[in-house]
């Protein structure tokens, strides 16, 4: 089954032209299922890349989704045409006494800056709370895992001495826990940040669980026990040529930036790069939908999150 996106959206064309199914919105209200709702808090100055990213992924998968996407109120974006903005997104104000079956918050490039001094952390602050009693399952991605796992848990994040750039190996700690069903033991997952979180700040806290973890890049997934929560400290959702973008924007502005590692055949950014985290990603987003989303969510969305039963881990 497909995404179901508005027929103006950009990411439309873009992924129809990559043979991802995609479905009109008058198509879709015409079948007789109860499609998954599914929030998307797009929190990145490149918001159409971004959305189209994540629809890519969320397309793939063998359910309906009817996605929302969300912007803050309190900060204005100023790297998107305004009328994208008022034409596919809408305001926490105007969802908020709605139920999801699904939020995915993004990444932001504000991991430099402390949580409070963000222009919308208060927003960001309510709209996780929210979810607690408005969306069945939680799915938190880079600068927006940090972020929640500081709301929830006061876990701080660290400066790093050099932005961890590139795409490294990872080994499953929980191999057989549902969101990493088909994973092999060691997969590639792309990174691009400025601070971490650490394994000692997050062992103790006994409502979570460290999934898996790079002995280069960290800590990578992390789950609350009762399932309603994933954290991603990378971006899976990449495509195959956003490191290079940002590899490139950085050198022509002269900024300090390491060649993305395990990113170019044998580091030559002259060559192209090749895509070796697809299948992992495409297993990550579905895992996620298929055994946390749509497994556990009531028919009835009133009774999220009251009829929401998850499998510990």
């Avoid at 109860?34 to 063998?62: C, D, F, H, W």
């Avoid at 969101?179 to 103790?204: V, Y």
Wanted: charged letters at 25%.
């Amino acid at each position: 089954m497909p995404v179901k996106i508005p027929n103006t959206l950009p990411a439309r064309a873009i992924l129809e032209q990559e043979n991802v199914f995609v479905m009109g919105e008058a198509r879709a209200d015409h079948q007789d299922i109860r499609p998954l709702r599914v929030a998307i808090l797009n929190l990145m100055p490149t918001k159409v890349a971004t959305e189209t990213q994540l629809l890519r992924l969320l397309g793939n998968s063998a359910l309906q989704v009817d996605v929302t996407l969300l912007h803050t109120a309190t900060h204005e974006a100023k790297n998107v045409d305004a009328d994208h903005l008022l034409t596919h997104y809408v305001t926490f104000d105007e969802i908020r006494d709605e139920k999801f079956d699904g939020l995915i918050i993004t990444g932001a490039p504000v991991e430099q800056m402390e949580f409070e001094e963000v222009d919308y952390w208060p927003e960001l602050q309510d709209i996780m709370d929210w979810a607690d009693t408005n969306v069945c399952a939680n799915f938190y991605v880079c600068w927006g895992a940090q972020a929640a796992l500081y709301h929830r848990y006061g876990v701080p994040k660290y400066p790093l001495p050099a932005k961890m750039f590139g795409v490294f190996e990872h080994h499953t700690l929980a191999p057989t826990e549902k969101l990493l069903r088909g994973f092999d033991d060691i997969f590639l997952a792309p990174h691009s940040r400025h601070t971490e979180i650490r394994r000692a700040d997050l062992e103790n806290i006994a409502d979570i669980q460290i999934l898996a973890e790079s002995p280069e890049a960290g800590v990578y997934i992390v789950g609350s026990k009762d399932g309603r929560h994933i954290f991603v400290t990378g971006h899976s959702e990449y495509d195959p040529l956003t490191l290079k973008a940002e590899y490139d924007r950085d050198v022509n502005k002269g900024l300090p930036i390491n060649i993305p590692k395990n990113y170019y055949p044998n580091d030559d950014p002259a060559q192209p790069p090749h895509v070796r985290w697809r299948g992992h990603a495409n297993l990550l987003y579905t895992n996620w939908l298929n055994y946390y989303v749509y497994q556990v969510t009531p028919f009835d969305p009133q009774e999220i999150p009251q009829g929401v039963i998850h499998a510990d881990f």
